[in-house]
């Protein structure tokens, strides 16, 4: 049996120790958490819960799990909470933000110093520019995080002045189809290179456009941006570089307007959950957009909008959408398998009409006489589609939004005819299909307004209790504000009782000893008179 996987295994691992290696001579891990909490004076709970917010998991007890430098860092960072230097709640959120940043900053790291070690021909050359690059890296985060410091400083204060914690954004997804099936046939090497290149793209187009990215999942890009026309831009943009790569299929993008709420770097609110329900809606390749994204940028002429109707999109209604397309693009490839399709799915269903016709015809069943012997009494539009008469965009709206007493009449009238069983059948099974599509439709639309009342509801309900949790809070803080001034006072009043008492004492001991003074001089100056007396008399 040969062990040449086994050389090969132990050759990998003495490429990626050596190339780790200046990762791995830390600080040594020499103190436990009982030692952590002596010498910084802080308790073993809060030092936990920011260990743990960071990303890390507990000690065991009797771990010696922290190093000198996490001494100091943690002792620091509780040390200013105490003081109240920090809140304590936005002391940890930062912790968890910082810790989940690092964490893949760290992941993406290591993978790339072990690929170039396991590409490179000299391992102990790739060990030494690992250890510079090691050296260098803490340099190049404190860079990188200052610039970022500085644009988001800058973005906040341009947007400085609105109402309300929530900012108006444009939210956008794009969505890479086949993924999931991609994955199944790709190895890993491959599938990291096309998760990679999606990612590279996505980056650089919504970079290059001023926005940011958000956050990616898998095969999906989440990005935002203050500018409207950008974000239109950046959305047309990812469908066509998307589109020209051979390495990646096309991209469904979404794109909504609305108010968000930023917390830890990501969006939350009703504008993403619009844009992310709008991305299901499009075609490969296409950007479908919301309303509120087709009302702000209609005007510019850089931009073409086709109405898509009302689509009801899952937990948000009915809602208008809208593709939009850059002017003058003539690139039909996002749509054309999809049109290609639908009409060759239209060509079958005429093939087969016109041979049922033909066959009817040649056993004389006259269908137009059967259908058409009585209209008059028809509802809406069917006298006049059956006749003849009526114009295409009438037999349009009965194609594709027949009311239900039409389908009623309809199937009457069906069933009432001579016409071949079989086409009867079909006939029927499709106005069945189409009145049970409507109702569901009806239904929904009925969910939808139900939802939209009770969402309305909640939302007056959690702003009337917010409401009163604020009146409370303020009564509490008036209240507290109130005590610490009477606490502050009885303070006041107490100390100055006392300093009292101390002049008090002060001065009955002062003016104790200036009669003892008194006495004692002129008991001196009796003695004084005494002897010089006696001294007189003597002489």
């Known amino acids: 049996m040969s062990n040449s996987g086994g050389s090969g295994a132990q050759d990998e691992f003495v490429t990626a120790q050596r190339a780790l290696q200046p990762f791995l001579a830390d600080d040594e891990a020499r103190f436990g958490l009982d030692d952590l909490a002596r010498y910084s004076g802080i308790d073993q709970e809060q030092l936990s819960q920011f260990w743990r917010a960071l990303g890390f998991p507990n000690p065991r007890p009797g771990e010696q799990l922290f190093t000198s430098s996490d001494v100091e860092m943690l002792s620091t960072l509780v040390g200013l909470i105490a003081e109240g230097a920090i809140e304590p709640g936005a002391a940890k959120q930062m912790a968890r933000v ?3 940043s690092l964490d893949r900053i760290a992941s993406a790291q290591i993978d790339a110093w072990l690929r170039g070690a396991q590409l490179a021909e000299d391992s102990e050359q790739a060990a030494a520019r690992s250890a510079e690059m090691a050296a260098l890296l803490p340099r190049v985060l404190e860079l990188v995080w200052r610039r970022r410091l500085v644009a988001e400083a800058r973005r906040r204060l341009t947007r400085a002045g609105g109402e309300g914690p929530e900012a108006t954004l444009c939210v956008g997804f794009a969505d890479l189809v086949g993924f999931t099936a991609q994955t199944q046939q790709l190895d890993a090497t491959t599938l990291a290179d096309v998760v990679g290149r999606f990612e590279s793209i996505a ?3 919504v970079g290059h456009l001023g926005g940011r990215v958000v956050k990616t999942i898998g095969d999906e890009v989440m990005f935002v941006n203050d500018d409207v026309a950008a974000a239109c831009r950046t959305a047309l943009e990812l469908a066509r570089r998307y589109r020209e790569d ?4 096309d991209v469904r993008v ?3 307007l609305g108010p968000v709420l930023e917390r830890d770097g990501d969006v939350f609110g ?8 709008v991305v299901t809606v499009a075609y490969p390749g296409s950007v479908i957009v919301s309303p509120e994204i087709h009302d702000f940028v209609q005007d510019d002429e850089r931009f073409t909008f086709t ?3 009302s689509h009801y ?3 948000i209604g009915r809602v208008p959408l809208w593709r939009m397309r850059l002017a003058g693009d003539v690139d039909e490839g996002p749509y054309q398998s999809a049109r290609i399709d639908r009409s060759a799915r239209r060509k079958l269903l005429q093939r087969r009409w016109e041979e049922r016709n033909r066959g009817f015809q040649d056993s004389g069943t006259d269908v137009a006489a059967a259908l058409l012997a009585d209209t008059g009494d028809l509802p809406g539009r069917l006298p006049a589609v059956l006749t003849g008469t009526a114009s295409a965009e009438v037999m349009q709206g009965l194609v594709e939004d027949p009311t239900s007493d039409e389908l009623d009449a309809l199937a009457a009238a069906i069933l009432a005819s001579d016409i071949d069983p079989e086409l009867q059948l079909d006939l029927l099974t499709e106005i069945e299909a189409a009145s049970t599509l409507r109702q569901l439709e009806l239904e929904a639309d009925h969910k939808a307004e139900i939802a939209d009342r009770e969402a309305e509801q909640e939302l007056r309900r959690i702003e009337h209790e917010t409401a009163r949790t604020l009146e409370g809070i303020e009564a509490d803080h008036r209240r507290r504000v109130a005590e610490a001034i009477s606490r502050a006072t009885e303070q006041s009043r107490l100390v100055d009782e006392r300093a009292i008492r101390r002049i008090d004492q002060a001065a009955d001991e002062a003016e104790r000893k200036a009669a003892q003074a008194t006495r004692d001089a002129r008991a ?4 004084s008179a005494r002897q010089r007396a006696q001294r007189r008399g003597r002489s």
């Open 98 to 100: 910082i810790g989940s």
């Open 203 to 205: 980056y650089d187009v």
């Open 246 to 249: 051979e390495a990646l299929s």
């Open 254 to 256: 979404g794109l909504a």
């Open 270 to 277: 009703h504008t993403v959950n619009l844009a992310s329900r």
């Open 307 to 309: 109405s898509l109707r």
């Open 313 to 315: 999109l899952k937990d």
């Open 524 to 527: 001196n100056a009796r003695r």
